[in-house]
């Protein structure tokens, strides 16, 4: 990597991030220290045995519960998405299943390139395909909102490409959730929140728990279940004064209704002294009410349906059902630690659609719709075997890992009732029609392996080697090589470079619909039909799609660690992440008459058309800053202060030839807002100063964090918006009542800040009926007051 391109971009934002560190936290250092250090032992990206953070060759956050639960939100993502500089997490509304599976970006990449681990074993990903105009258009991501805030024990993020050690899916990082374990302790709480419009109302209920499995073992059971009204930001409808309702707010815009119930097991038992079975499962449901756009009750002149004279909501229904249970041995065995597992895990989605009509069966339509279903299914095994090696020459042991893995996939797609999609279809959402429904599969096969050591008491390295064949595409092989060197106790220095890969998922290979999309067409928001075809699919071809294959990725990262004190670390590394072969949703592309008669000759009906496409190279560079320091007095209590900053840019490298179809059709396969949304469409940057206080009984938190510009891209370039930085400042207070019972309260949003809102240019904001962006990294509902009370045992 060249530091010297980097250099220039980051010289600003690192700089006013190092002289806010030098003047806030030094004002502290004259204090007395902590008893301990503010370093953890991580097993995420490492092999070898209690390698510690300030011992990383690749940058690792942790995360610990206490901060997971310091917020008003019981969402994984959201919460993620406040603590870590990195990641964005906006609320997309009106986006169909996005709105009930939202994604999230780890430095500003799809959300379905940060892999994502459970104890160290993959977690199957979302059978949902965001298809929409969001961010992470394209992507079907593992649902992290499905995990429960009450097993979490704590996280482990690895900042660093980490395929030539786990495989696909690791290019913008590694997010390790850790499960609480063992038998002693518990807690149960329960939480209420609302925002200041007096909507979102949210009751959260949980626990964790333990027992014993004889004197050899334990169980931890988590409970969470939570109910979460919708919130709604949407502006008066004034489109037409002939309209029954004209002037009211008829649209729901903002947060989904959501009511998830969710179960985490985990246990160990010891078999005997070499050998330790362990396991951890889940189930969850979650049910999601969301809206779509509200039909008016006059289409032109006539009225639209005599079923709801006044004009109706659809509301889209749906249950996603998580299920994952991970069991194996591990143990050691002439000095070789070993671990074999078997993984199975699935996400299932099925829609109804509630207060709305298919218009082709008039006043005969149903009003309630099933719309069919999507399954994603993950079975895996792995051995992994590790050894530790003396070597004369070293300081440490060589730590030697080796592993084998066998993963198959699923990916099925269920028709809904035949009034879902005849004709016109459901409003709201087309069903899936017998043509779209069927199952795919693939398997894949890898091997790999890890070493790693402390060559000098101040120089250690590693390298990882992975080799995989998947069934579908053929073969790929990553590498990784990390070193960090030591130039004093305080101050040393780190870098990687390493290739990855992700490859494309069933979903974007297979994933098939006809449905209606609004676009602005002569500044009215049109419905058109648009059919997403899978790749191999005749109506693909004919639109000159070719088939998916991996994306290749380089990374490359450089960094600086720095510890004055025990209490005081400060890290900064620079990355920069190269990815050919991206693959992309294409455009929704508006289709001639003579396409539109070819795709009617197979029976497909559409106005417009679209599907996946290796079609982008990208060049993502950036920074992290972290700074850290404890402050422990005996009268003011203890101190913990983070100041975190991430500076990142996108950027396009090559765009694919137009196919030569779409070309002499007058259309492309990769348009402007496709491009913009991938190297625009997320904050430059974000910062974040935090001060965790603690005396006695008492704590108190405060955040504040300030959301960089973004941009929401369009076709017509004179209709972008930038839209400004945004201050957010989160606080709460909590006091520990007697050994068992704490209270605890807060106020998320403090100030009421709002991101910019829609202008009216082009009617991007529906004539002010949805005044906020979706891409907004901080949602837009407002300030949000709650309470909670918890007993520990």
């Known amino acids: 990597m060249s530091t010297r391109r980097i250099a220039p971009r980051i010289a600003r934002p690192l700089l006013l991030s190092s002289l806010i560190a030098t003047v806030v936290i030094p004002a502290f250092a004259q204090q007395a220290v902590a008893d301990g250090e503010l370093q953890s032992v991580v097993v995420t990206g490492t092999y070898a045995k209690n390698r510690r953070t300030i011992d990383s060759e690749s940058p690792v956050d942790v995360i610990g519960a206490k901060e997971l639960q310091a917020s008003g939100s019981s969402e994984l993502a959201t919460v993620l998405g406040r603590l870590l500089p990195s990641m964005n997490f906006p609320r997309p509304s009106g986006a169909d299943a996005s709105d009930a599976v939202r994604p999230a970006q780890l430095r500003g990449l799809s959300p379905d390139q940060t892999l994502v681990l459970v104890n160290g074993k993959r977690r199957h990903t979302s059978a949902v395909v965001n298809v929409n105009g969001t961010q992470g258009r394209g992507s079907a991501p593992v649902d992290l909102n499905a995990i429960p805030l009450a097993a979490i024990d704590h996280i482990e993020v690895l900042r660093d490409g980490a395929a030539a050690q786990y495989g696909s899916d690791a290019i913008a990082g590694v997010i390790n959730i850790i499960l609480k374990k063992g038998a002693s302790g518990g807690e149960a709480e329960v939480g209420f929140g609302e925002y200041q419009k007096r909507d979102g109302k949210a009751i959260t209920v949980r626990g964790s728990t333990g027992f014993n499995l004889g004197d050899q073992g334990w169980v931890r059971v988590a409970l969470e279940a939570a109910d979460r009204d919708p919130t709604n930001r949407a502006g008066p409808d004034l489109r037409n004064p002939a309209e029954p309702r004209y002037g009211k707010v008829n649209q729901r ?25 362990y396991a951890f499962a889940n189930y969850g449901q979650r049910n999601t009410s969301a809206a779509a756009t509200w039909r008016t009750a006059l289409n032109g002149s006539a009225q639209r349906t005599p079923l709801y004279p006044e004009g109706f909501l659809p509301l889209e229904n749906s249950e996603s059902t998580d299920t994952s249970l991970v069991t194996g041995l591990r143990g050691e065995a002439r000095g070789w630690r070993w671990d074999a597992s078997l993984n199975y895990g699935s996400n299932e989605f099925q829609l109804d659609l509630d207060h709305t009509v298919n218009q082709t069966l008039g006043a005969a339509s149903p009003t309630h719709f099933y719309a069919g279903k999507l399954k994603n299914t993950q079975q895996l095994f792995n051995f992994d075997i590790a050894k530790e090696y003396p070597v004369a020459a070293f300081s440490g042991p060589l730590t030697v890992a080796l592993g084998v893995e066998a993963r ?81 106790p305080d101050f040393s220095l780190r870098g990687t470079a390493s290739s990855g890969f992700r490859a494309p998922s069933l979903a974007q290979q297979f994933y098939t619909i006809t449905t209606t999309n609004f676009s602005v067409v002569n500044g009215v928001n049109t419905p058109i039909e648009t059919g997403t075809f899978a790749v191999g699919s005749a109506a693909a071809s004919a639109l000159g799609a070719t088939p998916l294959k991996a994306e290749k990725a380089r990374n490359y990262s450089l960094g600086v660690q720095w510890s004055p004190t025990r209490n005081w670390n400060t890290s900064v590394d620079a990355y920069r992440i190269d990815i050919d072969d991206r693959i992309a949703l294409s455009a929704n592309m508006t289709l001639s008459p003579a396409l539109q008669a070819a795709l009617a000759k197979q029976g497909i009906l559409v106005g417009a058309g679209r599907y996946f496409t290796n079609a982008i190279d990208t060049r993502t560079t950036g920074v992290d800053v972290v700074s850290t320091y404890r402050w422990d007095s005996k009268d003011a209590g203890r101190y913990d202060f983070t100041a975190a900053y991430n500076h990142n840019k996108n950027s396009l490298e090559h765009v694919n030839d137009n196919p030569a179809i779409l070309t002499a059709n007058g259309l492309t396969l990769i348009d402007r807002q496709t491009i913009n949304r991938i190297t625009v469409g997320s904050p430059k940057d974000k910062f974040s100063l935090a001060t965790d206080w603690a005396l006695g009984d008492w704590g108190a938190r405060g955040v504040v964090t300030r959301y960089g510009s973004f941009t929401v891209p369009q076709n017509n370039a004179t209709l972008d918006q930038v839209y400004n930085p945004q201050w957010v400042l989160d606080i709460s207070g909590s006091v520990k009542l007697n050994k068992n019972w704490r209270l605890s309260a807060g106020i998320d949003n403090v100030t009421n800040r709002y991101p910019d809102q829609v202008t009216s240019a082009g009617n991007l904001n529906n004539n002010g009926i949805n005044p906020y962006s979706g891409f907004a990294p901080n949602g837009f509902n407002g300030r949000y007051y709650y309470a909670k009370a918890g007993y520990s045992w």
């Open 408 to 488: 198959h996939e699923k990916y099925e797609i269920g028709a809904g009732d035949e009034a879902s999609y005849i004709g016109t279809g459901a409003q709201g959402f087309s069903g899936f029609r017998p043509i779209n429904a069927g199952s795919n599969s693939r398997h894949n096969e890898s091997i790999y392996a890890n070493l790693e050591a402390e060559v000098t008491k101040k120089f250690s390295t590693s390298a990882a080697l992975r080799h995989e064949r998947y069934s579908d595409f053929g073969s790929t092989t990553s590498a990784k090589g990390s070193a960090r060197y030591a130039f004093s």
């Open 253 to 277: 815009f903002g947060d989904p209704e959501t009511r998830p119930r969710t179960v985490f097991v985990n246990s160990q038992y010891r078999i005997n002294d070499d050998i330790d079975w």
